[in-house]
């Protein structure tokens, strides 16, 4: 069973996850990989200790599956698979609660959600030169490289260099269409900053 990760549109962050300790969030986070662990492998502990005993069992007929009726055996079946169930439903539900990252992004969802509605007011008529000024002075395009090129600095800190690489390409994408905008908010060294903290 896999833990997948939802982000409604309209998720707000809870107040109870704001400003907490870094080092907080780190043991959250230890904790999540510990229990994603278990997720994944618990399964296969059950059953290699399941094969175990079995086959000490047969081999000493000594055990507690030595004694074990056919009708016994399946109860025993049902019980680890319930088990197993239960122990994956309680650490998703656990991750859940204690996942520091659960809520990181999700205000992008809302953020989307609002520029459809702008996209829809051109369609509906809207005055585009408005839109435009505030595209222009609102520093979306700049705020949208620094967000890129931060994960492009994260995800090669990670080693992941081709992430990295094609988030590197995004920001100068969104860093010339910031120039060609008019404003170039996102200045001229960006591309160069990025290299460096990539490098």
Known sequence: MTHVLVHPVETIRPKSLENRPVRAARARRASVKVLSAVIRFDGIVI???????????????DGPLANLSAPGAVLAALALIGALYVIDAAANEL?????????DG????????ELGLIRDDIDSGADPEE?????????????????TRRLAVAFARQGQEDQAQRLFASTLHLRKADQVLG????????????REDLH
């Open 183 to 194: 404003y170039g908010q996102a200045g001229d060294e960006v591309a160069g900053d990025a």
């Open 95 to 103: 991750i859940e609660r204690i996942n520091p990252d659960r809520w």
């Open 47 to 61: 059953v290699a200790g399941t094969g175990i005993l079995g086959f000490h069992a047969i081999v000493n007929h």
């Open 106 to 113: 999700d205000s992008l969802y809302a953020l989307a959600e």
């Open 131 to 147: 839109i435009q000024h505030s595209l222009h002075t609102s520093g979306l395009l700049e705020t949208a490289v620094t967000l």
